[in-house]
C-alpha cells in the first residue's frame, strides 16, 4: 500500500479487485448500513477503529497493515499516531475555596 493512497481510495479499489458491491462488503464487515459505506467511500466519513479494521480484514489487509490502515481510516497524521504520547501539563493547583464552609466561623 502507498504512502500517498487515502484508505477511502484503498478500500474501494480493493472492494472493486474482489469484485464485492458494496452490500456485500458492509455486510462481510459487520457495518450496520451501506450508507455507512458509500460515505466512508466518498470520504465524507471517517469510520471507528474498530469499523476500519473490520473493513481492512474484510478485504483481506494483513495483521501487520492493520494499524497503518486504521490510523489512515480515521484521518490522522501517521507520524503524529505513531509518535509517543506527549505528557500531559500538570494541572495548576485548585484556587483556595471560597466555598461558605471554608471561610472561618464568627
Keep these: 500500500m502507498g504512502q500517498t493512497m487515502i484508505f477511502n481510495q484503498w478500500l474501494k479499489q ?3 479487485a474482489l469484485g464485492l458491491t458494496q452490500k456485500e ?3 462481510q ?3 450496520a448500513r451501506e ?3 458509500r460515505k466512508i467511500e466518498a470520504g ?3 469510520p471507528s477503529a474498530p469499523l476500519a479494521a473490520s473493513l481492512a ?3 483481506g489487509a494483513t495483521d501487520v497493515d492493520l494499524p497503518s490502515l486504521v490510523t489512515l481510516a480515521r484521518g490522522l497524521d501517521t507520524d503524529l499516531a505513531s509518535a509517543a504520547p506527549a505528557r500531559a501539563e500538570p494541572s495548576p493547583q485548585p484556587a ?6 471554608a471561610w472561618p466561623r464568627p
Design 44 to 46: 465524507d466519513f471517517h
Design 35 to 37: 450508507v455507512t459505506l
Design 14 to 16: 480493493r472492494r472493486k
Design 25 to 27: 462488503l458492509a455486510q
Design 96 to 101: 483556595a475555596s471560597t466555598h461558605a464552609a
Design 57 to 59: 480484514r474484510a478485504v
Design 29 to 31: 464487515a459487520g457495518c
